[in-house]
């Protein structure tokens, strides 16, 4: 299974991105998928997650409101809008893939199998 994420790069405060992460592999479909992000020195922590439906989602409360996890069946991609980024928005973001087919969401890395490479975001103030 590999998951590649794109679509990191240097923005305003204010401003927005949207990640895509294209998962291969395996069959995308009902896998549980998330965006986790992590700064210098710190252990990844939950930014959104979607179920295997894609009829459930969640959101850490830094950035509910602000962000929207969304995935595409057809494409085997997972999107991350972001808006009105923050300073404190800056880190490496990595999705990844719960490794059984279910119609939830998981909050904890260690319940996650897959992981991306990480893109960098950077928001400038």
């Known amino acids: 299974v590999q998951l590649v994420e794109s679509g990191g790069g240097l923005v305003q405060a204010g401003g927005s991105l949207e990640l895509s992460c294209a998962i291969s592999?395996?069959?995308?479909?009902?896998?549980?998928m998330a965006w986790f992000r992590q700064y210098p020195g710190k252990e990844r922590e939950i930014v959104a997650a979607?179920?295997?439906?894609?009829?459930?989602?969640a959101y850490a409360d830094s950035v509910r409101g602000r962000f929207t996890i969304s995935r595409d069946a057809a494409k085997n991609t997972i999107y991350l809008q972001m808006n009105t980024l923050k300073p404190e928005d800056t880190a490496v973001y990595y999705c990844?893939?719960?490794?059984?087919?279910?119609?939830?969401?998981?909050?904890?890395?260690?319940?996650?199998?897959?992981w991306g490479q990480g893109t960098q975001v950077t928001v400038s103030s």
């Open positions: 990844a893939a719960h490794p059984r087919s279910s119609d939830t969401y998981y909050y904890w890395s260690y319940e996650y199998d897959y």
């Open positions: 592999g395996r069959t995308f479909s009902y896998l549980a």
């Open positions: 979607v179920s295997g439906s894609g009829l459930s989602t």
